[in-house]
Structures are given as C-alpha cells and as structure tokens.
C-alpha cells in the first residue's frame, strides 16, 4: 500500500489515516501499527468489491443517515458507518483479510453506539 504522510488528510483532528483509492493518506505524528495497515487494507477490499465509486457513494450516505440519526454527532456516526466498524472491528486480527467473506461488512451484528 502507497502511504503518503501529509499533514491535510484526513481533514479533522480525530483522524489520523486515511484510504483514497488505495493510497494511504497518513498524519505526519501518527504511527503506523500493524491495526492501523489492516485497517485501511480491509477498506481496500471493501472498495474493489464496491467498484470504488459505489464504496464512497455508499459511505457518505450511511454517515448522513447516522448523522441525522445521532443528532449531528459526526464521530459516532462516523464510528457507526458499516464499513468502518468492519475495520475497526477486525484491525487487530491481521489474518482476517484471508478468511473475510464478500460483502462482510453487511454480515455485522449491529451498531456500535
Ligand atoms: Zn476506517
């Protein structure tokens, strides 16, 4: 994976990585752990089965649907996106990637709130 440490993306200072078309876009004071990778990884694969487009047009409107359902909060409804509490869920576990079902990240069991 491409990482690009820079000091304007990801926008917001709760986030430290981000993952734009399989570039890691980094924090210049964020360490990069294995959870981290794996994380952004599991995006990875999350956008080639979404055909890219579909993963961000999908991402966008779970995060306003949670923000209108969550009264504005935009990290938990950030933390409640399907797509990320697939990631954050199984970060830690680096041989998830090789057992991961297609579409997992819609075989979750439920919100993080
Ligand atoms: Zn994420």
Same mark, same amino acid.
């Given at each position: 994976?491409? !990482?690009?440490?820079? /000091?304007?993306?990801?926008?917001?200072? @709760?986030?430290?990585?981000?993952? *734009? +078309?399989?570039?890691?876009? &980094?924090?210049?004071?964020?360490?990069?752990?294995?959870?981290? !990778?794996?994380?952004? /990884?599991?995006?990875?694969?999350?956008? @080639?089965?979404?055909?890219?487009? *579909? +993963?961000?047009?999908?991402? &966008?409107?779970?995060?306003?649907?949670?923000?209108?359902?969550?009264?504005?909060?935009?990290?938990?409804?950030?933390?409640?996106?399907?797509?990320?509490?697939?990631?954050?869920?199984?970060?830690?576990?680096?041989?998830?990637?090789?057992?991961?079902?297609?579409?997992?990240?819609?075989?979750?069991?439920?919100?993080?709130?």
């Amino acid at each position: 994976m491409i !990482v690009v440490r820079n /000091r304007f993306i990801p926008i917001g200072k @709760r986030y430290g990585a981000m993952n *734009l +078309f399989g570039i890691m876009f &980094v924090k210049p004071d964020v360490v990069l752990t294995d959870e981290v !990778v794996n994380h952004e /990884r599991i995006h990875s694969r999350q956008m @080639r089965e979404l055909l890219y487009v *579909l +993963f961000y047009l999908l991402y &966008v409107m779970e995060w306003i649907v949670w923000l209108i359902r969550l009264r504005g909060d935009a990290y938990r409804s950030y933390m409640n996106i399907s797509f990320e509490r697939e990631a954050y869920r199984h970060g830690g576990d680096m041989g998830y990637l090789s057992r991961r079902r297609r579409f997992a990240q819609w075989r979750g069991d439920g919100a993080n709130f």
